[in-house]
């Protein structure tokens, strides 16, 4: 790997993206790619039926036509209608999986660009890795500089830094060389865009199918010859300095070290906020340990971080929407249900009186002495009996360090293809994608979806 | 007109563009429009075959296939793909209208998505002219309170303010109600994009067509009931804070000045930098006043403003765009062709013996005394036999003090046209789209085109 050029990381990104084999790429990024890619589809495709999901699917498909599939429907549209389609879908329901490598979730920005003009090259399954593999560092070698600063000043890095993700990612697929893949990154430099401000609408998962349909266009202008600034990322006006205050460091190089490997992807095994996950892990073990019935619970509290609190602010939610967004819910969903899937987010769900007389019941405490961002959790609960039960959790499930075992990954892929898929269509599925390095062809992936 | 809201500036704007009619336009608002229409309409038929036009045209035409109208292809494809090509197309040349009511050039991010929507919905010539409206108030009223801090910190207006044009231009044709073209506003905060950093390059007349495919996306997901923050423009993390250092001011409200009406639109004369207009007038009228044969010069010098200083950058030019942006090269261009005109900035104009004769005797200086932005230019010409000619002029041809005749419009729109298009047909079209408001059907507007 070259050293960082400080006078241009442009061209030290575009080195490594055009550059990038799969042979290149560690055994245990490539291992996490391909779960990153099975949950992204799962996800899209309950995602093509939800609220933004099911906008995003009508609006490309009313458009035009194209040979770009959109997942989960069996119609196609233009390509770049189709990445934005799919790449809104795979945020809808926030089920899709993040990284604290880029602040954000990175995986939906990479899947939506890699499918698509894979499909239009019909790339191989070990195209797509290569693929996503640069696509994910460079959302990482662009990002590092400016985090957290970019993120606090109420950017959504899923699209800002995902918009140069997608943009590595197609680039990678249509095998651009180094000079051309600069131009796509910076031409890419003109197009990110997504406020915080928007999140808890619909707009919030619409700004992954922005990264996404911005990363097809730099990259297919770019291989016509399209022109752009060569600093247009690190030069003054560039990204770095309108997005943020300037670079604050020299990133590492991308893939010295891995990104991938190094702090790797959290997949969500529950489709809320991931800061309520420790708890709900927590109050589903002791419900089952202790064989707790709803009507018995007297009281359940969790304790978990400040990152916690300022995210979690519906403790009586209306909406599955704000339901996502409750640890109040969260908890209750996790006593009552078996699992807390995408049904717990449902209206029926949410008014169900069991799951009511629950959340009446519970509360949620803030530990100052924890990191901002630290998923660990206390959960105490307290039976109409007066017995009392408590554990604590340092990770969520999901993590790299607790990641979520094969059959769980399943699990959750088939709650979520089945939304649209029949379940022996689903199952070929997962173990197709499960299978990615091995698929000769992505066309016939997409095929049946 | 309702008062600013200034609690909720995104209500006025979405009240006034939902509200507005074509009886509600005033008359003189109608005829700038009408010719920055024709304006816009013929520098995106020359821009279709230019660099960067031709470029977004292949991309939206190889992506799928739509009903929407690629300007000067006779192709069609998809309604946002077609958007992003026009838009691009129509800024390829830097040849079309700009004003200072919003720092930029305020049709081009209108008229790609007017026309665009304007066929899907088959509008009328009527509908065209107050969605003009709409979009232009929009982009001024949203760019106002942040001016002249957003351009100086390196944003295009073009593309960021442009992004609420187009999105208040489509919102308009689509006829949703106030709550509706609220959402689409708010929708499109999440969208505005494009860097000055990377002026001189095609990314620059591309950030016009990312501008118009933002705002018809926008405008059809709100249609389909996408939601978004209501104060995405103007509250904590919004718009003008992320894009800017926050609203300076509150803005009258839109159409209350008309915009159109109080600072109005520059027609271009010359497909290069506003700077020299005034100066490339003032020798043309010294050449053809005192029949000055290119030999006969041996010196000829201009004086302007320090606005021209910093963009006037190339005194030896060695491409077209370069040229653009070149005062000696337009001196030089100004006495040895009749017209300063696309041919002027072509390959063969720039290697022309004379045209290089007269540029190395051409000379350009500053007036700190005049405004930064003063288009006042002097021109002073001696000649081998010790003549001495001069002149001033305070206004380039173009601008709503000094606007193009008739003919001279029609000049500039056939010079551009029949770049694409046979004379019959130029002229025809030219016709129709001066008689835009008594056009009854878009449609049929655009099919010879």
């Known amino acids: 790997m070259p050293p960082v050029d400080a ?31 099975v949950d992204t589809v799962g996800v899209t495709l309950a995602g093509s039926v939800a609220d933004a999901g099911a906008r995003a699917v009508r609006f490309a498909t009313s458009l035009g036509s194209g040979e770009t599939t959109v ?107 180094e000079e051309t893949t600069a131009r796509a990154l910076s031409i890419a430099a003109s197009m990110p865009s997504g406020l915080k401000r928007n999140f808890g609408t619909m707009t919030k998962p619409l700004h992954a199918g922005l990264a996404g349909r911005s990363g097809v266009t730099a990259a297919l202008l770019a291989r016509d010859g399209f022109t752009a600034d060569e600093a247009a990322i690190s030069g003054d006006g560039g990204f770095w300095e309108r997005y943020a205050e300037g670079a604050e460091r020299v990133a590492d190089p991308p893939g010295d070290p891995w990104r991938l490997v190094e ?26 340990d202790h064989g707790l019935a709803p ?19 519906h403790p009586d939610p209306e909406t599955g929407l704000e339901a996502k967004f409750s640890m109040e819910y969260a908890l209750a969903a996790a006593v009552v249900f078996d699992r807390v899937g995408l049904t717990a987010f449902e209206p029926a769900a949410i008014e169900d009186p069991e799951v009511q007389h ?50 769980e990954l399943e699990a959750k892929f088939l709650e979520c293809a089945t939304e649209v898929l029949d379940r022996p269509t689903a199952e070929a599925t997962f173990a197709d994608l499960r299978a990615l390095r091995s698929c000769p062809s992505v066309r016939e992936l997409l095929a049946p979806l």
């Open 358 to 407: 629950v959340r009446e019941r519970a509360s949620f405490a803030v530990d100052d002495t924890l990191a901002y961002k630290s998923n660990h959790a206390r959960v105490v609960v307290e039976t109409t009996d007066g017995e009392r039960y408590d554990g604590t959790l340092e990770e969520p499930p999901g993590t790299p360090a607790n990641p979520l075992s094969e059959s």
């Open 7 to 37: 006078e241009r990381p442009e061209a030290t990104l575009a080195a490594f993206v055009a550059d990038l084999t799969y042979d290149a790429v560690p055994e245990a990024a490539r291992t996490t790619i391909e779960r990153a890619f």
């Open 295 to 313: 009507e018995t619970i007297e009281h359940i509290e969790t304790t978990t971080s400040r990152g916690a609190g300022d995210a979690l602010v």
């Open 263 to 288: 702090t790797g992807i959290s997949v969500k095994a529950y489709p809320c906020c991931y800061f309520t996950h420790t708890s709900v892990a927590l109050a589903s073990q002791l419900s089952e």
């Open 71 to 177: 997942l989960g429907t069996g119609e196609t549209a233009s390509l770049a209608d189709a990445v934005l389609a799919n790449g809104t879908a795979g945020h809808a329901l926030d089920y899709d999986d993040l990284s604290w490598a880029m602040d954000g979730h990175p995986s939906v920005p990479l899947v939506a660009p890699a499918l698509a003009v894979g499909e239009r090259v019909d790339a191989s399954g070990r195209d797509l890795v290569t693929a996503f593999a640069a696509g994910f560092e460079a959302e990482c070698y662009v990002g590092e500089p400016v985090s957290p600063t970019h993120y606090e000043q109420g950017w959504h890095p899923t699209s800002t830094f995902g918009t140069f993700g997608a943009t590595a990612t197609a680039a990678s697929l249509l095998d651009l060389d």
